[in-house]
């Protein structure tokens, strides 16, 4: 599945990158794009800002991966670090997953000035009925967490997960794997 998965994996040079910059242009908003970057040979869990004109005004790639990403993707770069960028909006930053558990990371984005962060999640799913699991990556771990994260950074937060179709949870393994028996939504509200 790596394989394949890097094959599918988003190069920020690459004609695909150039058609969602045009669709963003065309558009007129400001997107926050959170995918798997492929540089080289390598994999990183990225995010790219792109302005209402078209052009990625900012590009940081995960600093730390977690968990089992770490046989997977690689590490980010210093650079990354300053992800909050001026819009038409205010100001926008951007952290992604198990970033938002990080008291540092979390502390430069208010000091940069942020006022609407995104959070960018993978899917997130409650254990199964009579299944332990850990609770950090659990769907209510991510809601609690973007809920400080707005009231500590005082600031807007916008909450992005990947969606998982149902038909795709056996090719993933996570019905399999203990993970999930069904796909698990949730709305914050004010």
């Known amino acids: 599945m790596v394989h394949k998965y890097m094959a599918n994996s988003l190069r ?13 242009k065309e558009a007129g908003i400001f997107v926050v ?13 990225a995010q790219s800002s792109i302005s209402p004109e078209g052009i990625i005004v900012s590009h940081r ?6 968990h089992v ?18 819009t038409p909006f205010g100001k926008v930053g951007n952290l992604m997953c198990f970033e938002h558990y990080q008291p540092l990371l979390r502390y430069y984005q208010y000091a940069q ?3 609407i962060h995104v959070a960018a999640w993978p ?6 009925e009579g299944r332990d699991s850990s609770f950090q ?17 005082q600031t807007f937060v916008i909450v992005s997960t990947q969606i998982v179709k149902e038909e795709n949870l056996n ?17 914050i509200k004010k």
């Open 137 to 153: 990556g659990s769907a209510t771990a991510g809601k609690l967490t973007s809920q400080f994260m707005a009231m500590e950074g």
């Open 123 to 128: 899917p997130l799913f409650d254990a199964p």
């Open 33 to 45: 794009l959170g995918y798997s970057e492929r540089d080289g040979g390598s994999l990183y869990i």
């Open 69 to 86: 990403e770490r046989s997977v993707w690689g590490d980010g770069q210093a650079s990354g670090l300053n992800s909050v960028v001026d």
């Open 61 to 66: 790639r995960k600093i730390k991966p977690a």
């Open 12 to 24: 920020r040079d690459s004609p695909e990158m150039e058609a969602i910059k045009a669709a963003v």
């Open 171 to 187: 090719s993933m393994h996570l019905v399999e794997a203990g993970m999930t028996d069904k796909v698990c939504t949730y709305t």
């Open 113 to 115: 000035g942020e006022q």
